[in-house]
């Protein structure tokens, strides 16, 4: 099915808050992305900034203290957060997949691999050995040697790498439209890293589907991601194409952030590391004004007072941010 | 000048099947962690340590601490042999070798405050001459938290403040060597330059020795004098750290060095040169450890050990077929 707009999720003003005791946590506010067919969009942000919020809200796994309170989320045509519960459980696992961060978490420890691969088909209606084949052949594809055999072990028998294959190879099974991947390569070294951002790679070329990518490892996201959104504090504050985020920054909390990569740091003589100073905002009492105006380094004196629109820049480039 | 620490033919073992069991069924009884390591680290030096996990980077850094102990070769602390002192004449080497845990959050006594837990080294070293609420008060300030802190627990603490109560912790009592097993690991990029140039500021400061443990190697290249590379338990390459940035002569430091993408969307990607992951070091492989990863790897890899070539500027290699150098 061709999406009418070309995005296979939109995500309009979605804004989302935990009660903790008599406090009111304002996790999300006021997030709007698109995930556009067969692309992938990475989600750029530090602790606390609402990436796992947002991917929870549009899976509608939110723990039962927070509440949704405004916005969209159009999936297919549908508003996901307006469709009945049994509804939305038939589309989880087959037409949006998740790959969480800690595969060691995500698999079943007393179940084999291969069971646990077969039981994910549980909506198809086919022979157990048709399921069976399935299960080796995406196995295969994920690149893990002599799969057919290995269907009978148990996942504390494989490596950490080898585990998020598997992880990976669950989530694929079905083919989703949409895979949603949670930090997947934070739990693994950095040579695993490359080669996991590989697999990714190439099963979205074969499967054609689209990934929603949080990360907050910058280099990961420069080399697989197609669109960049940059979150802070629970609100998006720059979006657009990877290169426009990493050749032409705009917002100063972006600026700040790729500064800090290590990778970026050019050798220094006086040998410091840059960092970002100050604490994260009070989600509770919001600071009136800019979100990131008290760490900011660029600060108006308008930043205290009024909260910036969210402005285009450039076709496809928007930045929440007086400066512009 | 002889090293502040001096770490020779080091070896560190765990059992992972009783003798019995192990002879019955042809297997290694030992996994060996930590596999004949050598290295010395200079007053005021800081040296990093890289691997993958499981090449045994924590557990040379505990059984230098003495939390683990070593079943062959020596470790030397200002000229003293530490391997097989008893756990009492340990005790007063403990306070010049300090570490800081890589869980900061988890090497907290939740119950404890703040100022329980940075004063708690001079308890348990029993010394009883200084003012505890002074020195709580210097540590603070040592490592820049602000004295509202005192009566904080662990959970009122953000990642970046708990690493600072770590280091804290670990600089109570004057150490002359610092260990940090990955100081950074669980931060966020605008907090982990923090606490690195804490470290560095300190060092520069107090003259510290700094072991570091990452594995992160751009971290390195702004951090460490000095680096080995290790795999499988073993050192594949060690030196100064800029020399082996630019002219890395072991295919897997080269492969360590390509692996971590560059944060830029047109960089042009080195292809992938490591398959696999870390062999076993249990059922090790023969020849060179490397060989089963190795892009370079020939026949001869995997029969015959390859031995350790060192040039004079006091960089060392174990590889049959090193990178060529430019000079």
């Known amino acids: 099915m061709v999406e009418p707009t070309g995005n296979i999720l939109q995500v309009r003003n ?56 405004g916005g969209e989320v159009h999936f297919g045509g549908r508003d996901l957060l307006k469709v009945p519960e049994a509804d939305m459980q038939s589309l989880r696992g087959t037409d949006i997949s998740m790959i969480f961060q800690d595969p060691l978490t995500s698999l079943n420890p007393v179940v084999s691999i291969g ?104 280099g990961v996201v420069a080399d697989l991601c197609d669109y960049v959104i940059v979150m802070y504090a629970g609100e998006v504050v720059e979006q657009g194409s990877v290169r426009d985020l990493f050749h032409d920054v705009r917002h100063p909390y972006t600026e700040k952030l790729m500064e800090c990569d290590p990778a970026r740091i050019v050798r220094s003589t006086e040998r410091s590391f840059p960092t970002i100073p100050g604490d994260l905002p009070d989600l509770v009492d919001l600071p009136s004004g800019c979100i990131f105006g008290a760490r900011c380094h660029r600060a108006l004196q308008q930043c205290a007072a009024e909260a910036p629109d969210t402005r285009t820049v450039a076709p496809g480039h928007a930045v929440a941010c007086h400066l512009y | 000048m002889p090293g502040l620490l001096e770490v020779d033919g080091l070896r560190v073992r765990y059992r992972v099947l009783s003798p019995l069991r192990a002879r019955l069924q042809q ?48 470790i030397r602390f200002d000229g003293q042999e530490l391997c097989g002192l008893s756990k009492n004449a340990y005790k007063p080497y403990r306070r010049q070798l300090s570490m800081m845990f890589q869980d900061p959050a988890g090497s907290l006594s939740p119950r404890l405050t ?119 338990g073993r050192f594949v390459e060690q030196g100064p750290a800029s020399e082996m940035f630019q002219r890395p002569r072991h295919p897997y430091t080269r492969a360590l060095l390509s692996s971590s993408p560059e944060p830029d969307p047109d960089a042009v990607r ?58």
């Open chain 1, 14 to 69: 979605l804004s989302v808050e935990f009660k903790a005791r008599k406090r009111v946590i304002k996790a999300l506010r006021d997030v709007s992305l698109d995930v556009p067919t067969g692309k992938i969009v990475g989600v750029v942000g530090e602790s606390g900034c609402g990436k796992s919020t947002l991917i929870l809200a549009i899976m509608r796994l939110l723990a039962p203290n927070a509440a949704i309170t």
């Open chain 1, 115 to 218: 069971r646990q691969l077969i039981d994910v088909q549980y909506r198809d209606r086919s022979s157990l050995d048709s399921k069976r084949q399935r299960a080796i052949q995406a196995l295969s594809q994920v690149g893990i040697p002599d799969p057919a055999a290995r269907m009978d072990a148990y996942p504390h028998e494989f490596s950490g790498g080898m585990r998020q294959r598997i992880a990976i190879a669950m989530t694929i099974i079905e083919e989703p439209r949409l895979l949603i991947a949670d930090e997947p390569t934070t739990a693994l070294d950095a040579t695993l890293e490359v080669q996991i951002i590989h697999e990714l790679k190439e099963l979205q070329r074969r499967y054609q589907c689209s990934i929603l990518f949080v990360s907050h490892h910058l």
């Open chain 2, 27 to 74: 297997r290694e009884a030992y996994l060996q962690a930590v596999c004949g390591v050598s290295f010395s680290i200079s007053a005021g030096e800081s040296f990093a340590l890289v691997g993958e996990s499981g090449s045994g980077k924590s557990t040379l850094a505990r059984a230098i601490v003495g939390i683990e102990t070593a079943h062959a070769g020596s």
């Open chain 2, 114 to 232: 703040v100022k329980r837990l940075v004063t708690e080294p001079f308890k348990i070293h029993a010394i009883k001459d200084v003012d505890l609420d002074v020195e709580a008060r210097r540590l603070l300030q040592m490592v820049g938290l602000s004295e509202e802190f005192l009566g904080r627990y662990p959970h009122q603490l953000s990642g970046g403040q708990a690493r600072r109560v770590g280091v804290a912790r670990a600089l109570a009592l004057s150490p002359r060597l610092l260990i940090a097993d990955e100081p950074t690991a669980g931060l966020d990029v605008s907090v982990q330059g923090e606490v690195l140039n804490l470290l560095l500021e300190l060092q520069a400061r107090h003259g510290i020795a700094i072991l570091i443990i990452t594995h992160n190697l751009k971290v390195v290249l702004h951090f460490a004098d000095r680096m080995g590379i290790m795999y499988l």
């Open chain 2, 270 to 327: 080195p292809p992938l040169q490591l398959k696999g992951e870390v062999s076993s070091n249990i059922e090790r492989p023969r020849g060179c450890e490397f060989h089963p990863r190795c892009p370079v790897a020939q026949a001869h890899c995997s029969t015959v050990a390859p031995p350790a070539t060192s040039t004079v500027q006091g960089h060392s290699f174990t590889c049959h077929f090193p990178i060529e150098s430019d000079d």
